[in-house]
């Protein structure tokens, strides 16, 4: 069975650090393009940050600076690494990943929750 796990949510003021991680199981990632997404309540799903099996890395507008992803081809996974954090972070975040040469999202993780608080 594939999975992707998140770990690494919870609960901090504005201005924490936190690092959000996934791993992969039951397949490996290492020739895909693995992304990070988020969604606020009542709000559409966004895009946050991915990063290509070359290393290769693309960030939204709203964290870049603030948001670093990064992976370990060794342990296949994928992290992020989120600086400087802002109430409007607040989200369910999940990792997802593509098959290899695809530019499709086809597995996706259950999501861990951030909220920064003011």
């Known amino acids: 069975q594939v999975q992707l796990v998140e770990s690494g949510g919870g609960l901090v003021q504005a201005g924490d650090s936190l690092r959000l991680s996934c791993a992969a199981s039951?397949?490996?990632?290492?020739?895909?393009?693995m992304g990070w997404f988020r969604q606020a309540p009542g709000k559409e799903r966004d895009f946050v940050a991915a990063i290509t099996w070359s290393g290769s890395t693309s960030h939204a507008e709203s964290v870049k600076g603030r948001f670093t992803i990064s992976r370990d081809f060794a342990k296949d996974s994928v992290d992020l690494q989120m600086n400087r954090l802002k109430p409007e972070d607040t989200a369910v975040y999940y990792c997802?990943?593509?098959?290899?040469?695809?530019?499709?999202?086809?597995?996706w993780g259950q999501g861990t929750q951030v909220t920064v608080s003011s």
């Open positions: 997802a990943a593509t098959e290899m040469g695809s530019g499709k999202y086809d597995y």
């Open positions: 039951g397949r490996t990632f290492s020739r895909s393009t």
